[in-house]
């Protein structure tokens, strides 16, 4: 049993292995998590759904992990609620659970995060990290400006008008921004930034987690404490 690896994470596309990859290859990664070290290699403990779609990992995650509960201990899976014939997160979480104990996962060694209502709501910071993975210059400050601009439905910046329904992308006292995928979108535009994954990356592999709320990623600390409870603790 000395062979088998810690955790085994299924995603759906390149944008969430990309903010994986980015977080765990950080040096000493486990102490933003308050947790003890694990073994990750994206090589051998990450598995993206090979049509990169939500609905695959939903509808397969059984399929795809079956084999993998006698190489790894525990087992992540991570997909977006927004897409195309949701269930909503409690149904997607429900069926993903279910599958995999049928397959033969302790319930205890799982932990299915859906993000609601997508991933991008996890890189969203008002973080000097985040305009530079953006390759934002202003001035202003890149939260100043999306607290002015408006998104259009072609996902381009238009100067907020609430009057007329333009909303603010971004409000100023808003924790996120309204539309998470969308202003990505349009930021990328007015920036000609990288691409999604690219930004992901350099996002998740700098900026601090201290303060992070999101339910989601509040959810994956929690597991990763209970597997991998710091020295000192009982798990």
Request: aromatic share 8%; with cysteine.
């Amino acid at each position: 049993m000395s062979d088998v690896r810690d955790v085994i994470w299924l995603v759906a596309d390149l944008e969430c292995r990309a903010t994986l990859t980015g977080f765990l290859d950080r040096k000493d990664f486990h102490t933003s998590l308050r947790c003890k070290p694990f073994l990750w290699n994206p090589d051998i403990d990450l598995i993206r759904e090979e049509k990169g779609k939500d609905a695959g990992v939903w509808k397969n995650s059984h399929l795809l992990l079956r084999a993998k509960r006698i190489s790894h201990r525990h087992a992540v899976v991570l997909l977006d609620n927004a897409f195309d014939g949701s269930p909503g997160p409690e149904q997607l979480e429900h069926d993903i659970r279910e599958n995999l104990q049928r397959v033969g996962w302790s319930l205890d060694d799982v932990e299915v995060i859906v993000l609601d209502p997508e991933l991008e709501v996890w890189i969203w910071q008002r973080n000097v990290n985040v305009e530079q993975a953006f390759d934002y210059s202003g001035p202003p400050g890149l939260w100043k400006k999306l607290a002015e601009l408006s998104i259009s439905p072609a996902k381009r910046f238009v100067p907020a008008d609430p009057d007329r329904g333009l909303v603010p992308a971004w409000p100023e006292h808003d924790p996120k921004p309204r539309d998470p995928k969308a202003t990505v979108e349009a930021v990328r535009w007015l920036c000609n930034s990288d691409p999604p994954s690219a930004v992901f990356n350099s996002i998740s592999a700098r900026v601090s987690v201290r303060g992070c709320v999101d339910p989601g990623f509040l959810k994956l600390r929690g597991a990763l404490q209970r597997w991998f409870p710091p020295e000192g603790v009982d798990a």
